[in-house]
C-alpha cells in the first residue's frame, strides 16, 4: 500500500509593478512612494528547487463612448 504525503510547505512571493528586463527590477508604485525589487536575488532563493512560475500581464480594456 502508496503511503501519500500531502503536507506542503508553500513559499511565495507576490510583486505587482513595472518589469525591466535590462536591470532585473520590479518596480511598484505604492500610495507614497516607489519600491523596487530585485527579481533576480528573489528566483537565487529557489535555485534548485522546484518551481511553478506565473506571470500576468494586466492592460486596461478600452471604454466604449456613446
Same mark, same amino acid.
Given at each position: 500500500?502508496?503511503?501519500?504525503?500531502?503536507?506542503?510547505?508553500?513559499?511565495?512571493?507576490?510583486?505587482? %509593478?513595472?518589469?525591466?528586463? !535590462?536591470?532585473?527590477?520590479? $518596480?511598484? +508604485?505604492?500610495?507614497?512612494?516607489? @519600491?523596487?525589487?530585485?527579481?533576480?536575488?528573489?528566483?537565487?532563493?529557489?535555485? %534548485?528547487?522546484?518551481?511553478? !512560475?506565473?506571470?500576468?500581464? $494586466?492592460? +486596461?480594456?478600452?471604454?466604449?463612448? @456613446?
Amino acid at each position: 500500500m502508496e503511503e501519500f504525503n500531502l503536507a506542503k510547505k508553500v513559499h511565495t512571493v507576490n510583486l505587482k %509593478g513595472n518589469y525591466s528586463y !535590462i536591470d532585473g527590477i520590479i $518596480e511598484e +508604485e505604492t500610495k507614497t512612494d516607489i @519600491e523596487r525589487y530585485d527579481l533576480n536575488s528573489i528566483l537565487k532563493s529557489f535555485d %534548485g528547487r522546484k518551481v511553478k !512560475i506565473s506571470i500576468t500581464e $494586466e492592460d +486596461e480594456l478600452p471604454q466604449i463612448n @456613446e
